[in-house]
């Protein structure tokens, strides 16, 4: 490989959340519980989703040669910012006729989002979205005002996520809904949604004059052999119809830089949703932000990830292998998208007289820092990060097989 993903990275005293084992715990239900890791057992950070990798140079040079010049003023962003969002489209997802006048800036995919339904919904609203749902989704939305309808993804025959479209149709009537949700890929199923369940999906938004916010900060990171295809680009009426919203922060590792975007080919919607995004005074780009993606949509960075996307493959199959062998009574779908584990873990609780935080808490003390999936509305599930070096993988699941599931 062109690029080293086997390195243990050292982020201590470098600002890394992932290593803030007290953060891992306050943020699910054992705010209260008296963790300690053990003697001998060092920290494998596997909760928030962040990577353990370093990022592509190329950002780091593209900040360098700006951090130089000893100016900071006032800025607009450059034609070169806006080329290297539309190539990059163009390039990974085969979508055209992007135009700059489409892109607009956000904080924050989070943020963007608010933005959007605060044009889209009034206060008190309800939303449609699909569960199990991500945890920011469930703060943000309901700390704004927007109650959350919950359609629940359903496992097939294969075992794999799908959408319930049934359900979904029975609740926009119920509820008179006209704004969802769409995660694509699906976090934290890892689901990469195919082209006919996108047009189904739309088609069913359509048929209730619904529009769409698609969170698609995930778009790249997909395993080999999957393609994420964008919402928009399934029809005219879904171009028109929908917000997307993307970020490098996810793919390239740059959370802690702040910096995300939207594409919106509706003129009546971009407008209103340019205007919110405005009204706080605070949804600002970051001169350092504009030239990380600057930096991050270079050739090179097309490189970088397609050797991540083969890691974190590896990574995914290896875990998937190893619970399916040896974690017994512990349920989950391969991830197609995403680096994140969603463990369904309430035969193994049951079979074996535990509460999940009992299951929590003896990975934590091995030092296997992971989450709790009841943050994310389910009610025995753990998430696991897999964006680490492939020896770490293998340390962190020896760990949980000896000192956790299977101790002897």
Request: hydrophobic share 40%.
């Amino acid at each position: 490989m062109t690029y080293d993903f086997t390195t243990l990275m050292d982020r201590k005293g470098k600002d890394a959340v992932a290593l803030d084992v007290d953060q891992a715990i306050s943020g699910g239900n054992l705010a209260h519980a008296n963790i300690k890791i053990r003697d001998g057992f060092s920290v494998i950070p596997m909760w928030v989703a962040d990577m353990n990798f370093p990022t592509v140079p190329t950002i780091i040079e593209e900040l360098q040669s700006r951090v130089a010049h000893p100016a900071f003023g006032y800025f607009r962003p450059t034609k070169e910012y806006f080329d290297s969002i539309i190539n990059w489209h163009r390039d990974r997802y085969g979508v055209t006729g992007i135009k700059a006048e489409n892109i607009g800036y956000e904080n924050g995919v989070l943020g963007g989002l608010v933005n959007a339904l605060n044009v889209l919904c009034s206060k008190g609203d309800k939303v449609l979205i699909h569960s199990p749902t991500y945890i920011g989704f469930n703060h943000s939305l309901q700390d704004n005002g927007y109650n959350l309808i919950r359609s629940p993804l359903k496992r097939d025959e294969n075992g794999i996520w799908r959408m319930d479209f049934d359900d979904m149709e029975a609740k926009i009537r119920e509820h008179k809904i006209h704004a969802a949700v769409f995660c694509s890929p699906h976090n934290p199923s890892g689901r990469v949604w195919e082209r006919w369940e996108i047009e189904k999906a739309m088609a069913l938004f359509a048929k209730y004059d619904v529009y769409v916010v698609s969170d698609e900060i995930w778009a790249d990171l997909v395993t080999v052999g999957y393609q994420h295809i964008p919402t928009q680009s399934v029809n005219d009426d879904a171009k028109m119809r929908t917000i997307a919203l993307y970020a490098p922060s996810k793919t390239f590792n740059l959370a802690g830089l702040i910096g995300s975007y939207h594409v919106i080919y509706n003129r009546w919607l971009k407008d209103r949703v340019d205007r919110e995004a405005k009204l706080s005074h605070y949804n600002g780009m970051n001169v350092l932000s504009m030239h990380a993606l600057i930096g991050a949509y270079k050739p090179e960075g097309r490189v970088w990830l397609d050797e991540l996307r083969e890691v974190l493959t590896q990574n995914i199959n290896y875990a998937y292998d190893f619970i399916n062998t040896h974690f017994r009574g512990v349920k989950l779908a391969k991830p197609q998208g995403t680096y994140m584990l969603f463990l369904d873990c309430t035969e193994w609780c049951a079979e074996h007289g535990k509460t999940l935080d009992e299951l929590e808490i003896a990975g934590m003390e091995v030092g296997v820092i992971w989450w709790d999936g009841r943050a994310f509305n389910h009610p025995c599930a753990i998430r696991m990060n897999l964006a680490l070096p492939h020896s770490q993988v293998i340390e962190a699941f020896n760990r949980l097989d000896r000192y956790v599931f299977n101790p002897k």
